[in-house]
């Protein structure tokens, strides 16, 4: 034990003993100066600051019933993204942000928020039109562009709540033109952009904006084996939405317009050897259809009664029924289109009044 202390005497003494460092005296370094910001930093800066109050999270709504009073109640389900569209207060996101809600709560970029209305939904676009009562100082609708003159390579802006985040701006470009996605309901939506810009959940129903900061579509889905993003997401096209928005503003929904006829489907026309085109199985009496004298297939005591094809419509083949309810969507009810038909073997050409559909 005597041997061990004398040991640790001789350690300290031997630190004691040892050198002390002189400190040195220590400042933060001098900042670089950085320079201007590049043309393409600053545009990013300026086209979010214009179009990040226009964009608000959306928080639809479930109903609970509370474990022992029993009272049921209304508790998150879920979030994501929306914009304004006018100063009345409407606000667009994706049908399917709402589906199935019992309600749904609009934050708008000041942190205030508002109970929203339903004003209208057309699921077959994945659209949906809210309402909530605010001031119109704080309601800032985004600039509507244009998708029709769209370019592959034009840079693009998403602003959205990924994951809960809000307020969040990606950029990347537009990668593809007239893509097709499935929507809620499994009908088509065409005309698609495809964008390279981060889209992530919690970002559906939020703007897609070009580089003058106009809105040029509303975000909608990704394609990713992993539900993050992937690089590859869609949006549907600002025509599409600024022709369907201002109807469900008015009518409550989306009306459909129609012929009157009831269509076939591919292996209808694959059975029985005829073209390419949408066979019809059924005209309602007193349609215009009925009136412009088109025939539907029927079934005779030997054979299959010809009825008529539509090849086209307004000079643009169709092939399927979801090719001519897309072209039909396009119009209104009361305007006129006009058919190519082929009954056995001949083609005509006639000239029908769209009805409101009983859809």
């Known amino acids: 034990?005597?041997?061990?202390?004398?040991?640790?005497?001789?350690?300290?003494?031997?630190?004691?003993?040892?050198?002390?460092?002189?400190?040195?005296?220590?400042?933060?370094?001098?900042?670089?100066?950085r320079g201007p910001l590049g043309a393409d930093e600053q545009n990013n800066i300026a086209v979010f600051?214009?179009?990040?109050?226009?964009?608000?999270?959306?928080?639809?709504?479930?109903?609970?019933?509370?474990?022992?009073?029993?009272?049921?109640?209304?508790?998150?389900?879920?979030?994501?993204t929306g914009f304004v569209w006018d100063a009345q207060g409407h606000i667009v996101t994706n049908f399917h942000v709402i589906q199935g809600a019992s309600g749904a709560r609009v934050t708008l970029a000041d942190q205030s928020h508002y109970p929203a209305k339903l004003v209208g939904v057309f699921p077959d676009r994945d659209l949906a039109v809210l309402r909530i009562e605010a001031p119109a100082s704080q309601l800032r609708p985004l600039p509507i562009g244009a998708s029709a003159d769209l370019q592959v390579g034009q840079a693009v802006y998403a602003i959205g709540n990924p994951f809960g985040l809000d307020q969040t701006l990606t950029t990347g470009?537009?990668?593809?033109?007239?893509?097709?996605?499935?929507?809620?309901?499994?009908?088509?939506?065409?005309?698609a952009i495809q964008t390279d810009a981060a889209i992530n959940p919690g970002n559906?129903?939020?703007?897609?904006?070009?580089?003058?900061?106009?809105?040029?579509g509303v975000n909608t889905a990704i394609y990713s084996p992993s539900g993050a993003s992937a690089g590859i997401g869609f949006s549907i096209p600002v025509d599409e939405v600024n022709r369907i928005v201002p109807r469900l503003i008015r009518d409550g929904r989306f009306v459909r317009p129609a012929l009157g006829v009831a269509y076939a489907t591919q292996p209808f026309n694959r059975a029985?050897?005829?073209?390419?085109?949408?066979?019809?199985?059924r005209v309602q009496p007193g349609s215009p259809a009925a009136q412009a004298g088109l025939r539907a297939f029927t079934r005779g005591e030997r054979a299959i009664n010809a009825g008529d094809v539509i090849t086209a419509i307004d000079g643009e083949a169709v092939a399927s029924p979801d090719d001519v309810l897309n072209l039909l969507e396009q119009h209104q009810a009361g305007e006129r289109v006009e058919l190519t038909l082929w009954r056995g073997g001949s083609t005509r050409k006639e000239r029908v009044t769209l009805v409101a559909s009983e859809e």
């Not at 005497?9 to 400042?27: G, I, W």
């Not at 109050?53 to 979030?79: C, Y």
């Not at 470009?173 to 005309?191: D, H, M, P, W, Y």
Request: charged fraction near 20%.
């Open 1 to 33: 034990m005597a041997r061990f202390r004398r040991f640790l005497c001789l350690l300290l003494c031997a630190a004691l003993a040892a050198p002390v460092l002189a400190r040195t005296e220590a400042a933060p370094r001098p900042v670089t100066p």
């Open 49 to 80: 600051k214009a179009a990040s109050p226009s964009v608000v999270n959306i928080t639809s709504l479930g109903l609970e019933r509370e474990l022992f009073s029993r009272n049921v109640q209304q508790v998150p389900q879920g979030t994501g």
């Open 173 to 191: 470009i537009v990668s593809a033109l007239n893509r097709e996605i499935e929507s809620v309901t499994r009908r088509t939506i065409r005309g």
């Open 204 to 216: 559906s129903g939020g703007p897609l904006l070009d580089s003058a900061g106009r809105l040029i």
């Open 272 to 281: 029985l050897g005829l073209p390419r085109g949408v066979a019809i199985l």
